[in-house]
């Protein structure tokens, strides 16, 4: 809460900052990009892409088609009269989400040789018609056909090394290949089907968690550029000779097809952006083999042909919620491309978040504790008592303001709420209005954590006024009756006999600050923070209370002087402010009876289960002791290399074990037994230092 409070919080919350500010420079890190996927999809489900034109139509291998043709793989000249019956209603481009990469074994020289047992003549006439892969050869040449194939990781035995016969990919400005995924190896269809073809491309595309948001439109295919089946459906619709790449040292920027330029991300993929579900771009094969579809459902467009017959079709998850067959992911892109409709998100837009966050960062740690804890600070001015005579006032007062000051709990709600509309509502338009992918859900969890870091902050400063408020009245009451007063207050640091000693002597002489030579202790309990883990708040505190109790008995027995409680640790010195004989010899001793006195009572904290552990370290040197704080707060505290590398050596030290420095060894070696532990490397010293252990009384 001390950290918090510094500064009223804006160096930690500067920190954080500066942390989120790093961490979203990676794009792949978690949580946040499946937060920034969700929160896409949700741009999708309040803003699915309207339908301005049909320029596709996607003729399906359906059920029905498959219960009257028979089950698939068709003969290829039942896939050549489905192609021609296509054709003759001159559709602007046929792209083939099908990939033929075997001879048909339904071929007439296949039946030849498959049936040695028909008539010779019979296998003879077989054996010279023409093969059912020749036939869809010629059909496919007279068709505007693109063909589809699937980039491999690895080598089998159907694969390729490259395909054949494919368009011109010219690039513009820097070469985009060090950016674009690639495949050594790819799946397609049969040389003589490739020859045949107008253009192919590639069907790859990964879903991320599920969901297909974003298929690849540029790959490397063993170092050549090949493009995805809407960019090459587009180019063989619009009878342009080739695809122009303009890319820059970001990446790929975009494709541009004749007078028409399609965005893309560096590494060439294109976000798809999702209709509503609708079937009025689907088309039966049967309807369409037996003449039932008009003309114009064909004419013009660019037809997809896919399977969507039971067990036959490639479903896909859309950001909508709803599953899709996988032919319908590249129809949306062409749609999209078609009517100039994109999503975008281009490199620059995530130094514009980042310009955002650090915007909006600073001014939330600015603004919130200045306009907080004004209000606060006024409230606390009205409170500060003003006479002793006024104390019982003040005090109903306080009982009845504690509950109203501080931070408003709607407040806080409304300012989160405040926080949220502004992000995501900027996302929502920005993707409405231009199709841009803003990551407001980064931000929200980046800035949101600093908007609760700062009311955390302006929250302990708040009830720091408070407590700040509440010395006020105690000093008051402390000066009506100084004696009691002063006693008490000397017996938070020192025992009760160094404390009746130093009645007499004035608070200004006392804690004036001054050099003395101290001896340091610093004890800390081992494996307490998996302990606080595993058990209640009511338990832990009970066993701090069991541990401070036996603890602060030795302390008082030692006439020791105790510097400060740090939750399982404590830091105790000697010879101050009353100077002793001996001191290395009284705190090593106190040492000793610490350990006995802990393993009496964790012989009791075994039996209910606890494994704790006590590590001290001692040291001896010059320090700089008295009082430090503010008015109203001040503690007696030592400061210095001494108090450094006690704590140090308590650090090191093992359970059960107390580490001292060489001055302490040497000071008591007459009289106590200790054991060198050699040189030790500690955090804070340039060189090492002189360690040994205190093992017992002699």
Request: aromatic share 8%; hydrophobic share 45%.
């Amino acid at each position: 809460m001390q950290t918090w409070r510094s500064g009223k919080g804006r160096p930690v919350t500067s920190v954080l900052l500066l942390v989120f500010a790093v961490l979203l420079n990676f794009q792949d890190l978690q949580p946040f990009k499946p937060v920034r996927l969700a929160l896409f999809d949700e741009y999708q489900s309040v803003f699915p892409r309207e339908i301005q034109s049909r320029p596709v139509a996607v003729v399906e291998i359906d059920d029905a088609t498959l219960d009257a043709l028979g089950q698939w793989p068709w003969p290829r000249n039942y896939f050549a009269a489905l192609i021609d019956a296509i054709a003759a209603l001159e559709p602007a481009a046929i792209g083939l989400d099908v990939i033929m990469p075997e001879p048909d074994h339904a071929s007439p020289q296949a039946v030849a040789e498959s049936r040695p047992d028909l008539p010779d003549d019979v296998r003879n006439i077989l054996s010279h018609a023409a093969s059912n892969d020749h036939l869809l050869a010629e059909s496919l040449a007279e068709a505007p056909i693109v063909l589809g194939a699937d980039g491999f990781p690895y080598h089998m035995a159907s694969t390729l090394d490259a395909l054949k016969h494919t368009g011109v990919i010219k690039t513009l400005g820097d070469n985009p290949r060090p950016w674009l995924g690639s495949y050594p190896y790819v799946l397609a269809s049969l040389p003589e089907f490739q020859a045949a073809a107008r253009g192919q491309a590639l069907l790859n595309g990964e879903p991320e968690n599920g969901i297909v948001r974003r298929i690849p439109q540029l790959s490397g295919l063993n170092g050549k550029i090949t493009p995805g089946l809407a960019l090459e459906m587009l180019r063989i619709a619009h009878a342009v000779p080739d695809i122009e790449v303009v890319a820059d040292v970001h990446g790929v920027e975009a494709a541009r097809i004749g007078s028409r330029l399609i965005p893309l991300q560096g590494n060439g993929e294109a976000w798809v952006h999702y209709d509503k579900p609708s079937r009025q771009r689907y088309i039966s094969a049967l309807s369409l083999l037996k003449k039932e579809i008009p003309a114009d459902r064909i004419r013009g467009k660019m037809v997809l042909v896919g399977l969507t017959g039971m067990g036959l079709q490639d479903m896909v998850s859309t950001p909508l919620g709803d599953r899709r067959p996988g032919v319908e992911v590249h129809a949306q892109l062409i749609e999209s491309f078609e009517d100039n409709h994109f999503l975008v998100r281009p490199w620059w837009l995530h130094w514009v978040e980042l310009m955002v966050l650090i915007g909006a960062g600073t001014l939330l740690i600015w603004s919130v504790p200045k306009i907080l804890l004004r209000g606060e600070v006024r409230r606390a001015a009205r409170r500060a008592p003003q006479g002793i005579e006024r104390r019982a006032g003040v005090l109903r007062e306080r009982r009845g303001e504690n509950r109203a000051s501080g931070i408003k709990p709607k407040l806080a709600i409304m300012l989160f709420i405040l926080l949220a509309v502004i992000l995501f509502g900027s996302g929502l338009a920005l993707f409405h209005w231009t199709g841009l992918l803003f990551d407001a859900a980064s931000l929200f969890i980046a800035l949101g954590t600093i908007l609760g870091s700062l009311l955390l902050s302006v929250f302990v400063e708040s009830d720091h006024q408070r407590k700040k408020t509440e010395l006020a009245l105690q000093d008051q009451h402390i000066k009506a009756a100084k004696i009691a007063g002063e006693l008490e207050r000397l017996r938070r640091f020192f025992s009760p006999a160094v404390a009746d000693q130093l009645l007499s002597v004035s608070s200004e002489e006392l804690y004036r600050p001054h050099r003395r030579e101290i001896v340091v202790l610093f004890l800390d309990l081992r494996g307490y923070t998996a302990f606080t883990q595993k058990h209640g708040a009511d338990e832990v505190m009970r066993i701090l209370g069991e541990f401070h109790a036996a603890m602060g008995e030795l302390i008082a027995i030692y006439d020791a002087t105790l510097e400060r409680f740090a939750g399982d640790g404590m830091m105790i010195f000697f010879n101050d402010p009353i100077e002793i004989a001996d001191p290395a010899v009284k705190a090593a001793g106190m040492a000793l009876q610490m350990q006995a006195r802990f393993q009496d009572l964790n012989r009791i904290w075994e039996q209910r289960g606890y494994g704790l552990a006590l590590g001290i370290g001692i040291a001896q040197g010059v320090a700089i002791i008295g009082a430090i704080g503010f008015e109203g707060r001040r503690d007696y505290a030592a400061i210095g290399n001494v108090t450094n590398l006690a704590a140090r050596l308590c650090g090191q030290a093992g359970g059960g074990q107390i580490l001292i420095s060489g001055v302490v060894a040497d000071n008591i070696k007459d009289v106590m037994r200790v054991g060198p532990v050699g040189d030790l490397v500690l955090k804070g010293f340039a060189e090492p230092v002189r360690c040994f252990e205190l093992l017992s009384a002699s």
